[in-house]
C-alpha cells in the first residue's frame, strides 16, 4: 500500500471516528411497564366514560374480560443539560376492539393479532436554557397543582420552570385541540380560529424542604363552538407540610368565566351568556403508623342545577384525577385503574361531588402488601337524571369499600388482587335502566393483575 492511499484510509476512518462521537457520547435509557388483568365487574364494560349507575339494569349481569397495555419510554440523553424523551403505549383488549379509535383496525387482540395500535405517549425536548431555567417543548405529560383536578394529561406544549430558591415559578402554553374537516386533518378555516389554548402560571415558594406554598392561574380559551367563545379562568391556592411522620395538603380553588350564547344561526340567544362560577376544596393528611400509612381526605367540587345562565359546576379541562383516595367506581383514580377498559367512574369528570375516604396502605412484607379504602360520596347539587325540575332521592352517592393485595414475585413482577363494592345512595332510587320503579344493581369490580416493570 503506497503512503498516499494509507493517508486517504486514514483521513476517512478519522473523519467517520469524529463524526460518530456524538452518538457514542449518548445515553441510551430504556424503561416502563407491562401489565396485564382478568377483570370481572357489572360496572367496568371498556367503555372508558363517565358512567352513571342509573345505565345498570335492577339485575345487571357482570362483564368477563382480560387486557393488557405495555408503555416503554426511551430517552436519549446528550448530557445532563439536553435529553429528547419519547413515550409509547400499546393497549389489547383480548377479543379485540373494533370500535372508535380502531374503526378501521383493531387494537391486536383478535384472531392472529396485527391491529394498529402503537401510540405515542410522550415526544418532547427537555433542556437547561440555563442554571436556573428548564425548558421542556413537545408532547408531554402535565399536572396541575390541584392534584388533577384541573388537568392531568399528556399535550402538546411548551413549559418553562424558573427555580430561584425558595422561589419555583412554571409557565407554559398548550393547544391541545383543534376543529378540523372530517377525514381530511385540515383546518375549518384559518388555523388558530377554532382551537382550545390552555396557559398556565404556576408559582411555589418552599422556605424549608418540608413545607410549600404556591398560586396557580390556567385560562382556557376554548373557540371551537362557532360563534361560542369560552373563556375560563381558574385560580388555586395550595400547600404542603411535612411535619415528622404526618403529612398534610390541600387547596382552594375558584372558577370565573363566561360562554357566549348563540342558536344555529350564530346570534345571541335573549343577549346572554353563560357565566362559570365554580369552586374546589381539598383537604388531605397521612401518617406514618407501624407497618404503614394512614391516609384521610375530603374532596368538594361544585355543581350546578341548570335552571339558569350561571353554570356553578366545576369545570375540568376533559381530562382529570384525584389519585389520593384509593377508589376504583366512585372518582376517576389513575393508581387504581392504569389500563383502559378499567377506566370508569361514577365520576370520571370530576365534578358536582363531595368525596370523603380513609385508608390504610400496608407493607406487611417486604414482598407483601394490602390497602384497604372507604370512601363516601355526596352531590353537590341533587338534580334529576335527563331532567331539570326532578330531583333524586337524596344527594347521597353511595358509599365504596376497595381492597388491594400484591406480592412482589420479583424485584420487577408483582401479582396483585383488586376488589370493590359500592353500596348506592338514595340518589340513584328508582333510576334503573331497566325498569324505573327499580333501583339499579350496586357496582363491583374484581380483578387479577400481573405487572412488569423495567
Do not use: C
Request: glycine share 10%.
Amino acid at each position: 500500500m503506497n503512503f498516499k492511499k494509507a493517508a486517504t484510509i486514514a483521513a476517512v476512518a478519522g473523519a467517520l471516528a469524529a463524526v460518530s462521537v456524538p452518538a457514542m457520547a449518548l445515553e441510551n435509557e430504556f424503561h416502563g411497564f407491562y401489565q396485564i388483568k382478568g377483570i370481572l365487574s357489572n360496572y367496568n364494560d371498556g367503555a372508558a366514560i363517565d358512567q352513571s349507575p342509573a345505565k345498570l339494569k335492577e339485575n345487571a349481569q357482570a362483564n368477563n374480560f382480560a387486557e393488557q397495555r405495555a408503555r416503554i419510554f426511551y430517552t436519549a440523553k446528550a448530557n445532563d443539560d439536553l435529553k429528547l424523551v419519547t413515550g409509547f403505549e400499546m393497549d389489547t383488549r383480548f377479543g379485540g376492539v373494533t370500535n372508535g379509535k380502531y374503526t378501521n383496525t383493531s387494537d391486536a387482540g383478535v384472531l392472529d393479532g396485527d391491529g394498529i395500535n402503537f401510540e405515542t405517549k410522550w415526544a418532547y425536548l427537555d433542556f437547561n436554557a440555563n442554571k436556573a431555567v428548564n425548558v421542556k417543548v413537545g408532547l408531554l405529560p402535565y399536572k396541575d397543582t390541584l392534584k388533577g383536578l384541573f388537568i392531568d394529561a399528556d399535550i402538546p406544549a411548551l413549559i418553562t420552570t424558573t427555580k430561584l430558591n425558595p422561589l419555583t415559578l412554571v409557565m407554559g402554553y398548550s393547544r391541545y385541540n383543534e376543529i378540523n374537516q372530517t377525514n381530511t386533518g385540515l383546518a375549518a378555516g384559518r388555523l388558530g380560529d377554532r382551537a382550545t389554548d390552555l396557559f398556565i402560571l404556576d408559582a411555589s415558594i418552599a422556605p424549608t424542604k418540608d413545607i410549600k406554598a404556591g398560586f396557580s392561574y390556567y385560562l382556557l380559551a376554548n373557540y371551537l363552538a362557532l360563534n361560542q367563545p369560552q373563556l375560563l379562568h381558574t385560580f388555586d391556592v395550595n400547600a404542603e407540610a411535612k411535619l415528622g411522620p404526618l403529612t398534610v395538603s390541600g387547596f382552594a380553588a375558584a372558577q370565573l368565566g363566561h360562554q357566549k350564547n348563540t342558536n344555529i344561526a350564530g346570534t345571541n340567544v335573549n343577549g346572554t351568556n353563560t357565566n362559570y362560577h365554580g369552586v374546589a376544596l381539598n383537604a388531605a393528611a397521612k401518617l406514618a403508623v407501624g407497618p404503614g400509612t394512614v391516609k384521610t381526605a375530603i374532596l368538594f367540587t361544585s355543581g350546578d342545577n341548570g335552571s339558569d345562565n350561571s353554570n356553578t359546576a366545576w369545570q375540568g379541562s376533559g381530562v382529570q384525577s384525584y389519585n389520593e383516595n384509593g377508589m376504583m367506581l366512585l372518582v376517576r383514580n389513575n393508581a387504581t385503574s392504569g389500563t383502559t377498559t378499567d377506566n370508569e367512574f361514577v365520576r370520571r369528570t370530576i365534578s358536582n361531588v363531595t368525596l370523603a375516604t380513609v385508608g390504610f396502605d400496608a407493607q406487611i412484607t417486604p414482598k407483601a402488601y394490602a390497602n384497604a379504602n372507604l370512601g363516601l360520596a355526596w352531590a353537590a347539587k341533587n338534580r334529576g337524571f335527563g331532567a331539570t325540575t326532578v330531583h333524586n332521592g337524596t344527594n347521597y352517592l353511595g358509599s365504596e369499600l376497595a381492597l388491594e393485595g400484591g406480592y412482589k414475585v420479583y424485584d420487577n413482577l408483582t401479582a396483585s388482587l383488586q376488589a370493590s363494592y359500592l353500596l348506592l345512595g338514595g340518589y340513584y332510587n328508582n333510576s334503573a335502566a331497566d325498569n324505573a320503579k327499580e333501583d339499579p344493581s350496586n357496582p363491583y369490580t374484581a380483578r387479577i393483575v400481573l405487572t412488569y416493570a423495567f
